[in-house]
């Protein structure tokens, strides 16, 4: 999985063997929460995310995809018994793991994906929208010094979406 997800031609097969490897990682994790063990974040999952974030190659729009992790509803579908506080316990600290691990890259990608101009529903500058929110919802997971700021700040974008992005990161840390 870890070589579809960084290599693989088709953005699908590369797109859906990231979201198996994530889910894997999130499977183990709530286990380990629901034991009352420490979940374990191992450093190849955090390569391949970081793969994927620097990929130029890629559009903005498919790594803010490839990305996302799969959300707390469908990991609870995958359990035989679901312990909501488990899979979201899970979800956030691997997500906060990568916002920490990462945090210099989200930040560059934060700063490199602003959308001049007027608001556009274009494919491209909803992509570099979509990358740049999910880079703040990880730099704020994460607990990365000056990101809560960099949040608020955001809620004065000039169109919904990204208001929106800001609001949501803001109100469930």
């Known amino acids: 999985l870890k070589t579809l997800t960084a290599s693989?031609?088709?953005p699908f097969n590369r797109w859906e063997s990231g979201q198996r490897l994530a889910m894997t990682r999130l499977m183990r994790m709530t286990d380990a929460i629901e034991e009352g063990r420490e979940p374990a974040i191992d450093d190849d999952f955090v390569a391949v995310a970081r793969g994927i974030l620097l990929d130029d190659a890629?559009?903005?729009a498919f790594r803010a995809q490839a990305l996302t992790l799969?959300?707390?509803g469908f990991i609870g579908e995958q359990r035989v018994v679901v312990d909501p506080e488990a899979v979201r316990a899970a979800r956030r600290m691997l997500m906060g793991e990568l916002g920490r691990r990462l945090a210099a890259d989200?930040?560059?990608i934060y700063a490199e994906h602003v959308t001049p101009g007027p608001y556009s529903p274009a494919p491209?500058?909803?992509g570099r929208r979509a990358l740049r929110n999910l880079?703040?919802?990880y730099l704020v997971e994460g607990r990365v010094p000056g990101a809560v700021e960099l949040a608020e700040q955001?809620?004065?974008a000039s169109n919904m979406t990204d208001r929106a992005g800001a609001?949501?990161?803001l109100a469930y840390r």
Do not use: K
């Open 124 to 126: 491209a500058p909803a």
């Open 154 to 156: 955001h809620l004065a």
């Open 167 to 169: 609001l949501t990161v």
């Open 8 to 10: 693989d031609p088709d």
């Open 58 to 60: 890629l559009s903005p």
């Open 106 to 108: 989200w930040q560059r």
């Open 135 to 137: 880079a703040l919802a």
């Open 70 to 72: 799969p959300d707390e």
